[in-house]
């Protein structure tokens, strides 16, 4: 005969069991938005923790790809072709993230569109805060995704992924508490174009920490330096010469209009004449305040985040490479 005390310990397990399953299908409701990015049925290559938030907010973490969980194709991080510019923040019903290779960057975190993902210094990790709004979250579109989404997690410690409510109210997608973005000049997958840009932007690494920086160059407090972006760049410093610029409406690295890429070897005619207030690229170049390389020059080298400390803001027509 079974005893009182065994029957009421199996009922308890039963209910327990029975909880823990109804728990579990409401969370997968909610995470696939009433199957508008789909993939109600299917299961995941494995199985990781169901919460990836700092604010509260349940999300599904699924291991693998979107591919792999069979998310619809146009959807989530598919839903901006290859090829195509990051022009604003969207929030995405899934995000993927995976640990792979861009450029000279490896490791690092790409989305599933294969699009590198950047942090920013002067966001902050603990507590998670992005201070990027407004003009620099188009320049630099945040990494967003729907109350109740899902994030795939390809290569990435399920521990390292929360989510933040930025000052709009949407929600970021965190990697080591570093909120994370795509960068809006990167137009192919595999593209490093943010990497460095206002020596405040770097490609993150699938614990967070800058990619393509020697863990000895971080800074103590792991907010990076601003030196490249507070320093006007000098006409004596040696540097390599530079083949290709990107060029900003205003400072700071940000646009009110489109920005302006401009490379090739020697004279280079900008689109837009007289429009830049900053510039991005990676060695040295002379920059002219007139068409085919005349009028006033300055030679500059690297990143200069306000053209304005060098006297040449709304100045540039040309750039001379080489």
């Keep these: 005969m079974t005893s009182t005390a065994s029957t009421t310990g199996k009922y308890r397990r039963n209910t327990a069991l029975f909880a823990s399953f109804a728990a579990a299908g409401a969370l997968l409701l909610s995470a696939c938005g009433g199957g508008d990015d789909g993939n109600s049925g299917a299961q995941s290559p494995g199985s990781v923790s169901s919460s990836a938030s700092s604010d509260s907010m349940e999300l599904s973490l699924k ?16 839903a901006n072709a290859p090829g195509k510019p990051a022009a604003k923040p969207v929030q995405r019903k899934w995000v993927q993230l995976s640990a792979s290779r861009a450029g000279a960057l490896d490791p690092v975190v790409v989305n599933g569109s294969g699009f590198t993902l950047y942090r920013f210094d002067k966001d902050t990790a603990s507590p998670s805060k992005s201070n990027c709004n407004d003009a620099c979250a188009t320049t630099w579109p945040p990494v967003l995704v729907n109350p109740g989404g899902k994030i795939f997690v390809d290569g990435v410690d399920p521990s390292q992924v929360g989510v933040i409510t930025r000052d709009d109210g949407t929600h970021q997608v965190t990697v080591g508490g570093w909120p994370v973005y795509r960068f809006s000049k990167d137009t192919k997958p595999g593209q490093t ?12 690494q699938p614990d967070g920490q800058k990619s393509g920086v020697p863990a000895g160059q971080e800074d103590q407090d792991g907010t990076g330096s601003d030196q490249a972006q507070d320093e006007p760049a000098s006409d004596e410093a040696a540097r390599a010469p530079a083949t290709s610029a990107i060029l900003f409406d205003d400072a700071n690295f940000s646009d009110s209009g489109p920005a302006q890429g401009v490379a090739g070897k020697g004279c280079q005619n900008v689109a837009r004449p007289k429009v830049t207030s900053s510039i991005s690229l990676s060695g040295s170049a002379k920059i002219w305040s007139g068409r085919g390389c005349t009028g006033e020059s300055k030679t500059v080298n690297g990143d200069v985040a306000d053209l304005a400390t060098i006297g040449f803001n709304n100045k540039i027509s040309s750039v001379k490479f080489g």
């Excluded at 291991?63 to 598919?78: L, R, V």
């Design 193 to 204: 174009n943010g990497q460095g840009v206002g020596g405040t932007w770097f490609g993150v």
């Design 63 to 78: 291991s693998g790809t979107a591919q792999q969980n069979s998310a619809p194709k146009m959807t989530g991080d598919w």
